[in-house]
T-cell receptor, first 114, second 112 residues
Framework: DGGITQSPKYLFRKEGQNVTLSCEQN?????MYWYRQDPGQGLRLIYY???????QKGDIAEGYSVSREKKESFPLTVTSAQKNPTAFYLC?????????????FGDGTRLSIL | KQEVTQIPAALSVPEGENLVLNCSFT??????LQWFRQDPGKGLTSLLL?????REQTSGRLNASLDKSSGRSTLYIAASQPGDSATYLC???????????FGSGTRLLVRP
């Protein structure tokens, strides 16, 4: 089955700790995205990547970092510089060619502070 | 700066009712508009994508319309069922970016 896998489902971060959220897709999509969702709000874009070894900041990139070494994988690191990391994190992917293609989403990782 | 608003924030209807969810956006220069469904604690499922040149899209009991000039889209759900209970989000993609700008969603409850 093709899809996007996010892990872990739940993650706890201690003060001063960096944590990494995993996102893997087997849809052969070129573009991948990370979003943050806070309670009762829509999604806000953190980072996106249209091609391997290239990525761009979204609207709320401060305190986060990403890498795109493989087409299938787009991990997100929440650094200690992100002072309010508690949120629901969603990874998505899409075809780039053609333009009018929907984004497909994983089931999310819920990050909390210990 | 593009802003997307969804009204109402929450809606409760009896089973079988037809209903309309609203989405408005401030910049009409969009590439497309998408409607998503989100179940509690889950990711988003794409329901319908309307290209900027289109007026509507249909899938089963769902129909989405787009009026770019007035900055509005509606999602019409016919003969609602309890299984339709979820949060519905709309998102617009700008004409010069791959970014999606999301509304905060409408939480729908369909009562049996």
């Amino acid at each position: 089955d093709g899809g996007i896998t996010q892990s872990p489902k739940y993650l706890f971060r201690k003060e001063g700790q960096n944590v990494t959220l995993s996102c893997e897709q087997n849809l052969n999509h070129d573009a991948m995205y990370w979003y943050r969702q806070d309670p009762g709000q829509g999604l806000r874009l953190i980072y996106y990547s249209q091609i391997v070894n290239d990525f761009q900041k979204g609207d709320i990139a401060e305190g986060y970092s990403v890498s795109r070494e493989k087409k299938e994988s787009f991990p997100l690191t929440v650094t200690s510089a992100q002072k309010n990391p508690t949120a629901f994190y969603l990874c998505a992917s899409s075809i780039v060619r053609g333009g009018n293609q929907p984004q497909h989403f994983g089931d999310g990782t819920r990050l909390s502070i210990l | 700066k593009q802003e997307v608003t969804q009204i109402p924030a929450a809606l409760s209807v009896p089973e079988g009712e037809n209903l309309v969810l609203n989405c408005s956006f401030t910049d009409s220069a969009i590439y497309n508009l998408q409607w998503f469904r989100q179940d509690p604690g889950k990711g988003l499922t794409s329901l319908l994508l309307i290209q900027s040149s289109q007026r509507e899209q249909t899938s089963g009991r769902l129909n989405a319309s787009l009026d770019k000039s007035s900055g509005r889209s509606t999602l019409y759900i016919a003969a609602s069922q309890p299984g339709d209970s979820a949060t519905y989000l709309c998102a617009v993609r700008g004409s010069s970016s791959y970014k999606l700008i999301f509304g905060s969603g409408t939480r729908l409850l369909v009562r049996p």
